[in-house]
């Protein structure tokens, strides 16, 4: 415990120190490539400084997302502090001004990973790499026009999620497990956010095929456990026994659930869940809730910043490579009672090691636009 | 040309203005004066527009006018100069002089800088000010503050067509001697342009500077007098009201104090800008008075002997020993018991009830291990309340909505009940009625028999006289003489003026 | 003179009409709010429903309670969100190394989260004296402190607790109602017992009504405020065992939330942000003012964002009825 804490704040101490010290001399750097001009193609980059940016690490899916940004700089044969954290606490604002600034102290030596915060950030984003000549792929964020191929090499990639299909799957269970009738309830993310719009379409678009199963209630949870107690709290009394199964926009909404439910001594109530994390592995495995999906945040935070990585010093050319492999989808993973064991042993309990050249291998086809 | 017509006007539980009668001519310069509490500055809101009066009216220029602000009073030429200079400091001059007119400089959103400095330039020759209207006032001395002032109301002669009324409310207490006689030079000079209602409580200023004088006491105008016929001694009674009366000031139960021991002892103590080189003793059963004006270092002397200010020289000792560490904490615990000015800032909490106040400063008594003891607190209030008839339904009462004087019982009862015996007054009959006045001269000769020391800084000189044992007189922080005041044998209000300024 | 004596009658009336009615306004507001939602779903108003409702209000409540004292005081403690994890967490911690049940030595888990509570407050109070950093600043300050603390000793992970014993707080029921619910209101009661009988108690109210005056009635105000933030911490910390104890789960979002509910429940129930007015039972009827409308919405069917301008809507009339209450004692 203690050195853990110890470790922490040493390495958070020097990331910090270089970054100040850098930066302040990266002005220069910023300077000097001004006068080489924007948009001037270098074949390639030798050892670039590698940077994931993302929201913050106290939420356990981005710690994941950014565990596996640390086990590909590893797999490099670098200490896992190698790898620069650009931490916007929910900033589009912050984002862009981490990147400018860690791109003016690299001088444009960069591969960075990020997600942009929020979808019009993208652009000025991947601009400002472009134009520095510096490497980037995306994760999440990004506009529907907005394209790696409209950039050269620069832009090397875009992963995003979509949840649509994985929720119709978990939906689909739960309906089963309903026997195919009774009232289901909804609880659901941030209203406007997108993962919570899918998660909650993936809901109706399984009811579509069961028409004795009706829909009582959709209600925002905001991803919160305290949120999703108290909203699933006031459905108990509204709908008391109507309630036959329960749809969760992410596991730790189920949490809050469970713990409605253990309140009112309610036992048994089909629950599913989305996002895979080893709690709700566990109680998957417990059969507490029928299922979850596994995004594998670990493997698509360690990728992007390999894709970023591995085209900045030329080990794919991503102008020769075919759209698909510059816009995906991310691999996901339906959890049921019967495999939950076995898929935590392989991959929550021991990480795997993953190939981190093989850029496509797990992904899940090129990105649809509607 | 301005008149008020048997104007009045109410607060609850005071009747602040009775049927006042009101008149200024043309270029005229009126006195207002009157003790604290005769209702001047309730006169002067309704004058500017601070206040509606609830009867009578007001004409300019023959025509009724009621005002609903002292905007309005602006627009029919009314203007004030205020005695807490009302300038923003950060500001520039010429910002302070046209707040809130600045429109007439504005040009498609933007002021233009040059002309607002121009026109500045033109307000402040008005008064005789040769500064740059673009300086951030803070900057400027108090005096120069003051014209500042002056020429902003001065602007209301280009904005309004008619006469102007100016007030100056206590216009000199921050001025030195040359500054004042600056001021009414051009006050002289001004009544071209305005009339003035010149209010002080320096009474030889408003003699020398008005045309004519208005004596209020107790709501009422009681005398005017022209500047001719102007007497002071003729004047004090009228705003006296009546003969310095022994009675009053409960004389007859003045007894002679235990010279024998010290309470509080100053010897040769001095405050940094405050005070310095002030010695005397504080007796049992002594009334000591501290005169001056304002800034002479009373109120910075009473606040040395309850811990709040450190000396910088000299030692003060409170019951023969001196503080070990200076705070209002150990000044309580030593028996010293502070009364001040500002009752609703500093003497009873708003929204705690009379036993709450009462027991404020000596919880410790009513508590064992940090639990309240809410009976005897109850206990200790009733007593009190009985014993000061103190007009309140009961201990529950919020003192938030008690009347000045009860309010004032709450606080003597406080440090009374909790075994002070050196008090400090600090103008404790400001704001009281008559009655309730008289009710506190009558708890401090109590205080006084029961072996109280107390050390008092007085609303009036005439109540510092009766009150007093000892009285000192204090100049610009320097100790200037000191009187004793024994009964029959009383210095006399001029014995005293004559040192303080 | 009699027309005087009628005036002045007629004006105090008035002001002793309008007192009452800010005084009593946030009951009535809950009443209102209760029969409401009673009518629009008659199902609201069940024991178990009001349980439910109690269950999410009582960590809310403490944390409530334990600002309240501040604000009386007239400062304001911002640090809630990180106290609660923090001592969520340290209590997960001691509680699992002592053996993870409330039948053995682990149940010095409990006081020990106390005692965490109270000196991340007082070291709160003692930075925001000693330093002279206006409380909000500081609070908040520290209470990112405090969230960056629970993130490094948990490391992004949750905590579990599913020790049965402990976990009888929320699954065990006395006349329907679970024994977090009764847990709750002992500490109200405490709280209520320090405002009102303890010169503490008394001393936050001198204070807030005119710190000056606590000074010339030689009342030591340093101590008084950090006490005032050391009590509010150990607040915190009963609202983040509650807490757990409702979820099973100590984490570093713990703490979330709780800012916005705990100072607009505070508000809402008519204590006044500048001090010296208002007190835990107001605390009590604004958390459950709070909670109702959010329970109440989810029952009769509206969607949350309504939820939310409710709430605003509701602030801003809290304010202006408090302030009306102080322009009052300005009216001479």
Known sequence: ?370 | MYQLNKVDKKFPGVHALKAVDFKIGRGEIVGLIGENGAGKSTLMKVIYGAYQPDGGTVTVDGKTVRFQNPRQAMDHGIGMVFQEQSLITNLTVMENIFLGFERQFVRFGVINWTAMAEAARHQLRKVKLDIDPSTVTSKLSFAQRQLVELAKVLTLEERIDGDLVILLDEPTSVLAKEEVELLFSLVRELTSRASFIFVSHRMDEVMELSDRIYVMKDGEVVDVVAHDAANIDAIQHKMVGREVDKQYYREQKQRPYDGSKALVRFDRVGVAGKFNDISFDLHPGEVLCLVGTEGSGREAILRTIFGLEKPGTGTVEIKGRPFERTNAQEAVARGVGYVPRERKVEGIVNGMNVYENMTLSQMGNYASKGVLRIGEEKALAEEWIKRLSIKTPDVYKDCGGLSGGNQQKVVLAKWRSGGSDIFLLDHPTRGLDIGAKEDVYDMIREMCDDGAGIVLVADTLEEAIGLSHTILVLKDGKFQKRFAGPPGDKPSLYDLVHHMI | MAKTLTADKAGTGFSIRRETLVKWAPLLVLIVLCAFFAVMEPRFLSTRNFARILIAASPALMVAIGVTFVIIMGSIDLSMEGTVSVCAVAFAFCFLWLGGTLASWAWLALPFAMLVGAVLGFVNGLIHVKLRIPSFMASLAMGFVGTGLAMVMTGGDRIRIEDALFRSLLTERILGFPLMVYVAGVFLLVAWFIQTRTTLGRNFYAVGGGEDLAIASGLNVNRVRVLGFTVAGVFFAVGALLAVGRIGIAETATGNNFMFLSITAVVVGGTALWGGVGGVWNTLVGVLIVFVIGNGMVVIGLPGYVQDGVLGILVILAVILSTDRKSISFVK
């Open chain 1, 1 to 370: 415990m203690s050195t853990f804490i110890k470790d922490f704040i040493e390495k958070e101490k020097i990331n910090r120190r270089n970054f100040l010290f850098t930066s302040a001399c990266g002005l220069g750097g910023a300077a000097a490539m001004g006068v080489l001009g924007p948009g001037m193609a270098r074949a390639a980059l030798t050892d670039p400084t590698i940077a994931w940016s993302y929201r913050n690490r106290t939420n356990p899916y981005w710690n994941e997302i950014v565990s596996g940004g640390e086990a590909f700089v590893e797999s490099l044969g670098m200490p896992k502090d190698a790898l620069t954290h650009l931490i916007n606490e929910g900033s589009s604002e912050k984002s862009l001004a981490d990147v400018k600034a860690i791109l003016a102290k690299t001088g444009g030596n960069l591969a960075l990973a990020i997600d942009t915060n929020d979808a019009p950030n993208a652009r000025p984003v991947v601009g400002a790499v472009a134009e520095a000549g510096a490497y980037v792929s995306t994760l999440w964020n990004k506009t529907d026009d907005l394209h790696p191929w409209d950039f050269g090499d620069n832009y090397v990639s875009h992963m995003s999620w979509s949840d649509e299909g994985p929720a119709e799957q978990t939906a689909r269970v739960l309906l089963e497990a309903m026997g195919g009738k009774g009232g289901v309830v909804h609880l659901g993310g941030i209203a406007s956010n997108n993962p919570a719009i899918e998660r909650l379409n993936g809901l109706k678009n399984a009811l579509k095929d069961y028409p004795d199963v009706e829909l009582l209630a959709a209600e925002p949870a905001d991803w919160d456990t305290q949120k999703a107690n108290q909203v699933m709290s006031a459905f108990l009394t509204r709908y008391g026994d109507e309630i036959a199964g329960v749809h969760c926009a992410n596991d730790t909404i189920a949490y809050g659930v469970l713990e409605a439910l253990r309140a009112e001594g309610i036992e048994g109530m089909p629950i599913v869940s989305y996002d895979g994390n080893p709690q709700a592995v566990q109680l998957v495995a417990e059969r507490k809730i029928l299922a979850t999906v596994f995004t594998n945040p670990h493997w698509g935070g360690g990728i992007t910043a390999a894709l970023a990585y591995h085209a900045a010093i030329g080990t794919f050319k991503p102008s020769e490579e075919p759209n698909e492999h510059r816009e995906f989808y991310g691999p996901t993973i339906m959890v049921q009672p019967d495999d939950a064991l076995e898929f935590k042993a392989n991959y929550l309990d021991s990480v795997p090691t993953y190939d981190w050249t093989d850029f496509w291998g797990p992904s899940n086809g090129p990105i649809v636009y509607k």
